[in-house]
């Protein structure tokens, strides 16, 4: 039987994710800021445990509580629309901390027993904004561009010893969460100077009204994963979602 490790588990992708992983006999382990095993389906095969990937100290418990992963996924992110020069520097690297360095530092910690083993794979959830640039979404797009190019190099760089790196690509998808938190962190701490505000609402109104538009469902992303983390063939960059897919093309 084998062990998926994926983190983000709270809400969106990443809660999905874990569901589907279980339904088709796989254990998992469910990892979040806060631990809520009332979200997933009982399971002798399902392990939630705490997990802030911006803390190392806490990447490192977690790992080590988990045992033998055979397939890590980095899906935990923070989104992020605003005007650069409205991004504070707390913000900026607070992104960077969670979306880049996250996933940077979850890989380093699972790649010691990967390397042992001569097998495994790692999935890193980055974003479709990397394939086309949008307004508002400097800082956001340059955190999971860092994510694209690092699982790219790493793909070359751990073939050899027999492990896989793929990158999913998903496209806007209005109806989870994620894009609900971005929205909430921004109104809390965003500081648009005033001459951009009109163009920034302009900006927003098209992220919140999505009718007409092809976009990005859930179980797009469950089954990008799962394609990556399970075909030997898959592509190293996987778009996930309609959206995704056309800008890929």
């Known amino acids: 039987m084998k062990t998926v490790m994926i983190t983000g588990c709270s809400s969106g992708f990443g809660l999905e994710t874990a569901r589907y992983f279980l339904n088709k006999g796989w254990s998992v382990i469910a990892t979040m ?13 399902l392990w939630v445990l705490p997990l802030d990937i911006s803390d190392p100290h806490s990447i490192t418990a ?3 509580a988990s045992g ?22 707390k913000n900026l ?6 979306n880049t360095f996250g996933t940077f530092e979850m890989t380093r910690a699972v790649l ?20 086309k640039p949008l307004p508002l979404a400097s800082v956001y797009t ?19 010893l027999g492990i896989r790196t793929h990158v999913v690509l998903p496209g806007q998808a209005p109806t989870t969460s994620f894009g609900k938190n971005a929205m909430a962190l921004m109104s809390e701490s965003n500081d648009t100077p005033e001459d951009f505000q009109a ?3 302009e900006v927003m109104g098209t992220f919140r009204d999505p009718e007409g538009r092809e976009f990005t469902e859930t179980q797009d992303v469950v089954e990008a994963i799962w394609k ?7 592509p190293l960059q996987v778009p996930a979602g309609k959206d995704s897919v056309a800008l890929a093309a």
């Not at 010691?112 to 394939?131: C, D, F, H, W, Y």
């Open 142 to 160: 340059a955190s999971k561009a860092s994510v694209n190019a690092f699982t790219e190099c790493l793909a070359l760089e751990l073939a050899p």
């Open 228 to 234: 990556a983390v399970t075909d030997a063939d898959c």
């Open 62 to 64: 977690a790992v080590e």
């Open 33 to 45: 800021r806060t631990p809520d095993e009332t979200l997933l389906p009982a399971s002798e095969r």
């Open 112 to 131: 010691p027993q990967m390397r042992a083993k001569g097998e495994g794979v790692i999935v890193n959830v980055s974003s479709s904004v990397t394939l």
């Open 93 to 98: 690297r607070r992104i960077f901390e969670t």
């Open 199 to 201: 163009f920034v609402d």
């Open 68 to 89: 033998p992963i055979d397939a890590l996924v980095n899906n935990a992110g923070i989104g992020w629309l605003s005007p650069f020069e409205g991004t504070s520097e």
